[in-house]
Each structure stands twice: as structure tokens, then as C-alpha cells.
């Protein structure tokens, strides 16, 4: 049996001329930020790929299909329908198999890729090791799929919502090169600086894809995480958020929001809590990956 793959008309197109493709996931669209900036967002993501050169493929899954690349009407069903599953490694084939609708995380999205042949992802932030984690054993799925699926995912970095520490100590284990670009610093999404240092940097985006293809003839497996700061106008200070991420934190506990529901949940308050500053901050770093994701395919695979 194949994969149930379907390729949207530009990517078919991609595909037969060799351009260079970028996949983009879709939970960020469904789960991450509010209709409409989830659908403009995308499409100027989209856009901004394309300028750069490269062809996007937004992927998520319909009617019993992976769809490689979504039309502009799905792209507009997927960002205003309701109830769209979020779906992680765990939950891909459960959703194809019932022909339900659902938007893929950096794990899922990283699956797919790879199934359609595209080496190089665009997105905000994984998910990683969430604080208190020691409790509640939340750590995103998206940590063991950069350890198995060559795929090199350009995030800035992780969301200061998570333990970073501990989140690069995981990546660490897993044998995830984590490459900060254009700085020593690890970056923390709405932040250009952790405070921690970033295990390897690379500010050339040919290194980058010639690393990522070395990884193959090495035979090793997994990807590579790509952190790409924030732009410095675009950045909000640690130390505005911190606060907010503390209360934010106290309210999803008193709550009791688990799993799959802790970042959107997070997400979702802090948009509140800034005033719409963190979406405007996320919009400006989702661009800023998409155009350094486009530089780095030109270069794979080879
Ligand atoms: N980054 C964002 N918005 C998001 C996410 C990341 O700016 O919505 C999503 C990604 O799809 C990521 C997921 O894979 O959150 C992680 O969820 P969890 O912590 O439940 O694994
Ligand atoms: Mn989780």
C-alpha cells in the first residue's frame, strides 16, 4: 500500500521542474494563532517562500489524504473549520483512516515531508520539554521526530512557555544538532536570546544543507534543528513575557489543561495577555523562517 499522498497542482508542478520545495505545517494555522490572521499569515508565509525562490507546500490532512501543498479554498476550509484534529506521530493514521480533518504538528508535518520527498520545514517554534515536566512527563512529540526523521525544521528556537534547559538537554540525547543562526545564543521565539548557548551555529545556508545531507552518508538518522532569532524589531524583551507566561502557567494548571491542549491554551493567553503583540511577533518569525528555509533548499537535496 502507498501512501496516500496528494500533491496540490504547484507542488506537482515543483516536483516535475525540480524547484526547490518548503514544507509548512498547519497546526500552527488551526491551533496557534485566530481566524483571520491564521489564513493571512499563511498565505503571506507562502508567498514569502515563493519570493525567495522556492515552491510551498503546506500539508495537512483531508478526506483520507496527506495533502502535499493546499489550495487556496482548503487553506481557507482548514483555518475556519472547527474541531480540526491536532495530530501528532500518535495520531496520523488514526485520522487518515477515518477520514477525519486535521492540521499536522512540527512531528506530523516532519512524517510527511519525508514521505513526499522535501528535506526542509519552516515553522515557529517546536514543541519540547514543558516546565514541571518532572510532574506532568509533557514533553512534545516533535523531540523524537527531529531524532528520526531527516528532516532539517528552521524554528526560533523553542517558546519561553517551555523549559529550554531541559529541552536542549533532551535534544542533546536524542542526537539532535540544534544550528542557532547568526548567533552563539539558543533563541527563544518571541526573544532573540535564551541566556543559554546554542550547541553548534552555522550562519550559511548551504552549510546548513550540506550538514544535513553529511547526516545521510553518515547513515545517521533525524533531522537537524535550525534556530533562526526573531527579527530585532519584531522582538518582545524576556523579561515582559515572563511575567505573563507565569500567569498564564498558574491558570492552564488551575484549569486542568493537559496534553494536547497546553500550547494552545498558552498560546491563546498570552495573545491576551500582550494585547496581540505575541501574534504580531509570531507572524514576523514564522516570515523570517519561511525566507531562510527557502535559502537553505535551493541548496538540497543535492
Ligand atoms: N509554534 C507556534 N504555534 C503552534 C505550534 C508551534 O508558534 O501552534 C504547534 C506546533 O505544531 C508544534 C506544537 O508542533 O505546537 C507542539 O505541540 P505539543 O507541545 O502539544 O507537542
Ligand atoms: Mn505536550
Sequence with gaps: MNAPLIYSPEVTEARAKGTPIVALESTIITHG???????????????DIRVAGAVPATIAIMDGSIHIGLTDAQLDTLAQAMGVAKLSRAD????LATGGIGATTVAATMIC???????????GGIGGVHQGAEHSFDISADLQ?????????????????????KTLEVLETL??????????????????????????RLDDPEQIARAHR????????????????????????????APMIAKA?????????????VTPFLLQRLFELTDGQSLAS??????????????IAQHLPD
Aim: glycine content about 8%.
Design 33 to 47: 494563532m485566530p481566524y483571520p490572521q491564521n489564513v493571512e499569515t499563511a498565505r503571506m508565509v507562502e508567498e
Design 92 to 95: 496520523l493514521a488514526a485520522c
Design 113 to 123: 515531508a519525508h514521505l513526499a520527498g522535501i528535506a526542509v520545514f519552516a515553522t
Design 145 to 165: 521526530e527531529l531524532a528520526a526523521t531527516p528532516v532539517t525544521v528552521v524554528a526560533a528556537g523553542a517558546k519561553a512557555i517551555l523549559d529550554l534547559p
Design 175 to 200: 542526537g539532535v544538532p540544534v544550528i542557532a543562526v547568526g548567533q552563539d545564543a539558543f533563541p527563544a521565539f518571541w526573544s532573540r536570546d535564551s541566556g543559554l548557548p546554542a550547541p553548534l
Design 214 to 241: 553529511m547526516r545521510a552518508t553518515l547513515g545517521l538518522p533525524g533531522g537537524q534543528l535550525v534556530a533562526n532569532p526573531i527579527p530585532e524589531d519584531a522582538e518582545i524583551p524576556s523579561a515582559t513575557l
Design 249 to 261: 502557567q498558574v491558570e492552564a494548571e488551575a484549569q486542568g489543561i493537559t496534553g494536547k491542549g
Design 282 to 295: 509570531n507572524i514576523a518569525l514564522v516570515r523570517n523562517n519561511a525566507r531562510l528555509a527557502a535559502a
